[in-house]
């Protein structure tokens, strides 16, 4: 059996089924199994259940190269009939279709030139709901009804963004999170489509629809610049209708600051504090919720020493500072344990000339010059 002929047998189920979210779900595992050929025999299709493929799948975020490779069929011009102008008529076609297997039986068709390029997916699901049912034009039509944001797991080496939806006649409440790994870059990793009660397990915050529609974006973003970037097995299927559903939240905010800087209000009041969080700050970036015992170690003990100038009190109160972060972000008891554990090294590994890095080393000399102004505080160089 073709991908074809699967899609229009289950979309023979869909039509009866009537749910626009399940129809959208299935239209995105058709754009995951990448077949290249089955928008073009979709299109160039007279079946109701094709017209239901093309109309769920231009609701959705479709690769390029599988709306520009595909060219639809040739279709008969004479046997073009009037387009439907009632439920009722377009039911009547639809329960036809149900009961004729092959698609030379069928009566109605629907005019469509195909474009000399490929298929304009647009034109041709706004031409396919002319001829479906009313819930048809539901699909791709919803409301963000809320936004989360915050840790996936203990030490946050991945995060859970979460948009909360509903279709614009106010039915079949969906909520869509994206697991984002923040080991590996910020890339999305997975992704799953569930009931709103699925929120109630997850220990995240609320937080603006438009900077967390932006992450998502951001995060899909990474993942298609990283060839070989390692993704669940299930991220692909829903992948599609996770992109369309960033981009429905009005105005999403791309590459938004992190909250969590300026939501932490608890840093010491010793000398050198704010210059050790500086340090701490760059180094955690734009993943500050990341932070687990084997980072604070590389904090502590490699990249410290490797790129960051500090003066004396920066480094004498910099465990003070790692211990207020840690509380700020779950007072994790093994996080504060590490720090203990770490935090001893650090004048004598910053001391080390032989652990600067290059960048580092550069700016020391250029301080050593006459005349040159005291190094700043804060770390040189990346992550």
Not at 41 to 48: D, N, T
Not at 120 to 140: F, I, N, S
């Given at each position: 059996m073709t991908t074809y002929d699967r899609a229009i047998e289950q979309a023979r189920d869909l039509l009866r089924w009537r749910s626009p979210l399940r129809t959208e779900l299935w239209a995105a595992r058709l754009v995951s199994e990448g077949d290249p050929d089955l928008l073009g025999e979709l299109a160039g299709s007279e079946r109701p259940e094709a017209r239901l493929a093309i109309a769920a799948l231009a609701t959705l975020e479709l690769p390029d190269?599988?709306?520009?490779?595909?060219?639809?069929?040739?279709?008969?011009?004479?046997?073009?009939?009037?387009t439907p102008t009632s439920d009722e008529e377009r039911d009547d076609l639809t329960a036809a279709a149900r009961e004729d297997e092959e698609p030379d039986d069928l009566t109605a068709t629907v005019p469509r030139t195909p474009p000399p390029y490929g298929v304009d997916l647009a034109v041709a699901g706004r031409e396919a709901l002319e001829w479906l049912p009313r819930w048809a034009a539901r699909m791709g039509e919803v409301v963000c009804e809320g936004a989360w944001y915050g840790r996936g797991d203990r030490h946050g080496e991945q995060v859970l963004a979460a948009l909360a939806f509903r279709y614009a006649d106010g039915r079949e409440p969906h909520l869509l999170v994206v697991g984002i790994d923040q080991a590996h870059g910020g890339l999305a990793v997975d992704a799953v489509v569930e009931e709103p009660k699925f929120l109630d397990d997850l220990?995240?915050?609320?937080?603006?629809?438009?900077?967390?529609?932006?992450?998502?974006?951001?995060?899909?973003?990474?993942?298609?610049?990283?060839?070989?970037?390692?993704?669940?097995?299930?991220?692909?299927?829903?992948?599609?209708?996770?992109?369309?559903?960033?981009?429905?939240?009005?105005?999403?905010?791309?590459?938004?600051?992190?909250?969590?800087?300026?939501?932490?209000?608890?840093?010491?009041?010793?000398?050198?504090?704010?210059?050790?969080?500086?340090?701490?700050?760059?180094?955690?970036?734009?993943?500050?919720?990341?932070?687990?015992?084997?980072?604070?170690?590389?904090?502590l003990t490699s990249w410290l020493p490797r790129e960051a100038i500090l003066s004396d009190a920066a480094i004498a109160a910099m465990p003070e500072v790692l211990r207020a972060w840690t509380r700020h972000l779950g007072d994790h008891e093994e996080i504060h344990d590490r720090i203990a554990a770490e935090a001893p090294r650090l004048p004598a590994l910053m001391a080390d000339e032989s652990l600067a890095g290059l960048a580092k080393r550069i700016a020391a000399s250029r301080t050593e010059e006459p005349g040159a102004d005291p190094p700043a505080g804060g770390g040189y160089g990346v992550q």
């Amino acid at each position: 059996m073709t991908t074809y002929d699967r899609a229009i047998e289950q979309a023979r189920d869909l039509l009866r089924w009537r749910s626009p979210l399940r129809t959208e779900l299935w239209a995105a595992r058709l754009v995951s199994e990448g077949d290249p050929d089955l928008l073009g025999e979709l299109a160039g299709s007279e079946r109701p259940e094709a017209r239901l493929a093309i109309a769920a799948l231009a609701t959705l975020e479709l690769p390029d190269d599988l709306t520009t490779t595909a060219s639809a069929t040739p279709y008969d011009a004479e046997a073009v009939q009037e387009t439907p102008t009632s439920d009722e008529e377009r039911d009547d076609l639809t329960a036809a279709a149900r009961e004729d297997e092959e698609p030379d039986d069928l009566t109605a068709t629907v005019p469509r030139t195909p474009p000399p390029y490929g298929v304009d997916l647009a034109v041709a699901g706004r031409e396919a709901l002319e001829w479906l049912p009313r819930w048809a034009a539901r699909m791709g039509e919803v409301v963000c009804e809320g936004a989360w944001y915050g840790r996936g797991d203990r030490h946050g080496e991945q995060v859970l963004a979460a948009l909360a939806f509903r279709y614009a006649d106010g039915r079949e409440p969906h909520l869509l999170v994206v697991g984002i790994d923040q080991a590996h870059g910020g890339l999305a990793v997975d992704a799953v489509v569930e009931e709103p009660k699925f929120l109630d397990d997850l220990d995240l915050a609320r937080a603006p629809a438009d900077v967390v529609a932006g992450r998502v974006l951001d995060a899909f973003e990474v993942t298609d610049l990283l060839m070989g970037a390692e993704v669940a097995d299930t991220l692909p299927a829903v992948r599609p209708l996770a992109l369309a559903r960033a981009r429905s939240v009005p105005d999403p905010v791309r590459h938004a600051p992190d909250e969590t800087f300026t939501a932490f209000d608890a840093l010491p009041d010793t000398p050198g504090a704010d210059e050790a969080f500086g340090a701490l700050a760059e180094f955690l970036g734009a993943r500050p919720l990341w932070w687990s015992p084997a980072r604070v170690s590389a904090f502590l003990t490699s990249w410290l020493p490797r790129e960051a100038i500090l003066s004396d009190a920066a480094i004498a109160a910099m465990p003070e500072v790692l211990r207020a972060w840690t509380r700020h972000l779950g007072d994790h008891e093994e996080i504060h344990d590490r720090i203990a554990a770490e935090a001893p090294r650090l004048p004598a590994l910053m001391a080390d000339e032989s652990l600067a890095g290059l960048a580092k080393r550069i700016a020391a000399s250029r301080t050593e010059e006459p005349g040159a102004d005291p190094p700043a505080g804060g770390g040189y160089g990346v992550q």
